[in-house]
């Protein structure tokens, strides 16, 4: 096999594998920054399943091990640029003879051969949702259930005196209640438009090995060259992966918006319901008094009316929650690199162990 390498070019790939690893360190931070909901916010149904909060720890540890990947493969590849800097040509090309060869069919082609070769990196890392995305995530009601909604609230006593202090005091202690119990969907607004942001930057990090991939049989050939061709091509999978598993981890956290947003409505209306109801029984018990028949029926099909409006709105939810997609495995374990411990970190290694070790000695 022919042997060449152009140790500046590899230079230019430690730089561009740096910009990866900083993108790389964003998702560590970008998962830090996703909101971290106390029981309130969660509601006690999930916080008690525990389904948020492992979903955030599963994605925290992937995003660590990825910033880990890219720091020590870029460590790696600048190790390499150094090595074949103190070897003559001939040297480095007879060494090079004496690595295990990459078996035929295990370097696939770059998945996209329209990018243009280029180590050139372009950062995504600087992504940040606004005020009016967390609003834009509230759930729209059909066509008549606003409008419906906002009538049956008016004519509500208990409706109204919940407005009026809304209004007055900025909350009402009904509506706390609920959300102890059912949680915020702000706050899991918030929690999705980072998971989508985080998806972006990771689909951003596969999109840009693409050209990288392509540059590198350019400026290096061997069989250490085909060794790292594979490997990134490899990473550049796994990376795709990963974009997938934050976008569906934004689908559904998503539909945990609409849950929450859904049950307090039900909760709410509930709420309101009861309430009226029992202030007509304590008119009737001390007044004798009771409402007017049209206005019990007018009630009574606003109960009816409420109730199949909610529970429809929850039972789609369901089903799209039921019809998600399976979130991808996670394949940063799979990475081509020497298995000498099944926890070890899959980074890039240059095939030739003297190369490391000569050179983090000098």
């Given at each position: 096999?022919?042997?060449?390498?152009?140790?500046?070019?590899?230079?230019?790939?430690?730089?561009?594998?740096?910009?990866?690893?900083?993108?790389?360190?964003?998702?560590?931070?970008?998962?830090?920054?996703?909101?971290?909901?106390?029981?309130?916010?969660?509601?006690?149904?999930?916080?008690?399943?525990?389904?948020?909060?492992?979903?955030?720890?599963?994605?925290?540890?992937?995003?660590?091990?990825?910033?880990?990947?890219?720091?020590?493969?870029?460590?790696?590849?600048?190790?390499?640029?150094?090595?074949?800097?103190?070897?003559?040509?001939?040297?480095?090309?007879?060494?090079?003879?004496?690595?295990?060869?990459?078996?035929?069919?295990?370097?696939?082609?770059?998945?996209?051969?329209?990018?243009?070769?280029?180590?050139?990196?372009?950062?995504?890392?600087?992504?940040?949702?606004?005020?009016?995305?967390?609003?834009?995530?509230?759930?729209?009601?059909?066509?008549?259930?606003?409008?419906?909604?906002?009538?049956?609230?008016?004519?509500?006593?208990?409706?109204?005196?919940?407005?009026?202090?809304?209004?007055?005091?900025?909350?009402?202690?009904?509506?706390?209640?609920?959300?102890?119990?059912?949680?915020?969907?702000?706050?899991?607004?918030?929690?999705?438009?980072?998971?989508?942001?985080?998806?972006?930057?990771?689909?951003?990090?596969?999109?840009?090995?693409?050209?990288?991939?392509?540059?590198?049989?350019?400026?290096?050939e061997g069989n250490a060259a085909d060794n790292a061709i594979r490997y990134f091509t490899e990473l550049q999978k796994a990376t795709e992966v990963e974009a997938e598993t934050y976008q569906l981890r934004y689908e559904?956290?998503?539909?945990y918006v609409e849950y929450v947003y859904e049950q307090q409505q039900v909760l709410n209306d509930q709420i309101n319901t009861a309430i009226d109801l029992a202030v007509d029984a304590l008119l009737l018990l001390f007044?004798?008094?009771?409402?007017?028949?049209?206005?019990?029926?007018?009630n009574n099909l606003i109960m009816v009316v409420n109730c199949a409006l909610d529970y429809a709105k929850i039972i789609e939810t369901y089903v799209a929650a039921w019809n998600m997609q399976d979130f991808p495995e996670?394949?940063?374990?799979?990475?081509?690199?020497?298995?000498?411990?099944?926890?070890?970190?899959?980074?890039?290694?240059?095939?030739?162990?003297?190369?490391?070790?000569?050179?983090?000695?000098?």
């Amino acid at each position: 096999m022919s042997f060449k390498v152009q140790t500046d070019a590899l230079r230019d790939f430690f730089d561009f594998l740096d910009e990866y690893a900083g993108d790389a360190q964003f998702l560590v931070n970008g998962n830090l920054d996703i909101p971290n909901l106390d029981v309130h916010e969660q509601g006690l149904l999930m916080y008690l399943s525990g389904a948020y909060d492992e979903g955030c720890d599963e994605m925290y540890a992937r995003a660590c091990e990825l910033k880990e990947i890219a720091r020590q493969s870029r460590d790696a590849i600048g190790l390499a640029a150094r090595f074949y800097d103190s070897k003559d040509k001939s040297n480095a090309a007879a060494l090079d003879a004496k690595y295990d060869p990459v078996p035929a069919g295990e370097i696939d082609a770059p998945p996209d051969n329209s990018a243009k070769a280029s180590f050139k990196y372009h950062p995504l890392h600087d992504l940040k949702h606004t005020d009016e995305e967390v609003k834009d995530l509230k759930p729209k009601g059909w066509w008549i259930e606003d409008d419906y909604r906002s009538l049956t609230e008016k004519i509500s006593a208990i409706g109204n005196l919940r407005s009026w202090m809304k209004t007055t005091f900025g909350w009402d202690p009904l509506t706390w209640m609920n959300e102890l119990f059912n949680g915020e969907w702000e706050k899991f607004a918030q929690a999705a438009l980072e998971w989508k942001i985080c998806g972006a930057v990771a689909k951003g990090m596969a999109e840009n090995l693409n050209p990288a991939l392509l540059k590198l049989p350019d400026v290096w050939e061997g069989n250490a060259a085909d060794n790292a061709i594979r490997y990134f091509t490899e990473l550049q999978k796994a990376t795709e992966v990963e974009a997938e598993t934050y976008q569906l981890r934004y689908e559904l956290v998503k539909l945990y918006v609409e849950y929450v947003y859904e049950q307090q409505q039900v909760l709410n209306d509930q709420i309101n319901t009861a309430i009226d109801l029992a202030v007509d029984a304590l008119l009737l018990l001390f007044t004798g008094a009771s409402p007017p028949a049209l206005v019990d029926t007018v009630n009574n099909l606003i109960m009816v009316v409420n109730c199949a409006l909610d529970y429809a709105k929850i039972i789609e939810t369901y089903v799209a929650a039921w019809n998600m997609q399976d979130f991808p495995e996670c394949t940063l374990r799979k990475l081509p690199a020497p298995d000498t411990d099944g926890d070890k970190i899959k980074a890039w290694e240059h095939p030739d162990p003297a190369a490391a070790d000569e050179l983090s000695l000098s």
